[in-house]
């Protein structure tokens, strides 16, 4: 169901911004809920202050969606313990988003060529 709304939001959108009010934490909800549909075995997190900015609300929940499914692809299949934590905080008038998951990493020959 997540990746047709997804699909549905690229197809909706123009090839303008649109800026307005956009309720972070409502939009975190959102993605969090489709995320867990489309992922049932792994935990997510979330925690943080959460409030209104001015953004592409589109846009936006694209790059959390995106974030959130890169996370998880750092992950064995269905293995328990899996987890994606999501944290917000207000820096300013910006307001800070960060995806962190417990996957192995990258390997150590990768991070050489980094």
């Known amino acids: 169901m997540g990746k047709v709304v997804t ?15 956009v ?4 939009l975190v909800s ?9 992922m049932p075995h792994v935990a997510i997190d979330v925690r ?7 953004g592409d609300e589109v846009m936006l929940r694209q790059m959390l969606g ?3 499914r890169n996370a998880a692809g ?8 899996d987890t994606i934590s999501i944290s917000t905080r207000r820096d300013g008038e910006r307001v800070l988003i ?9 390997p150590p020959e990768l991070l050489a060529r980094a």
Do not use: W, Y
Request: charge should be negative; aromatic fraction near 10%; avoid cysteine.
């Open 48 to 54: 943080g202050a959460f409030s209104t900015i001015d």
């Open 30 to 38: 959102r993605v969090v809920e489709e995320a867990r549909h489309e």
């Open 74 to 81: 750092a992950f064995a299949a269905n293995r328990s313990g």
């Open 7 to 21: 699909n549905f939001l690229a197809f909706a959108r123009s090839d303008q911004v649109a800026f307005g009010a």
């Open 23 to 26: 309720d972070i934490g409502a």
């Open 66 to 68: 995106n974030l959130i």
């Open 98 to 106: 960060s995806v962190a998951d417990n996957g192995p990493g990258f």
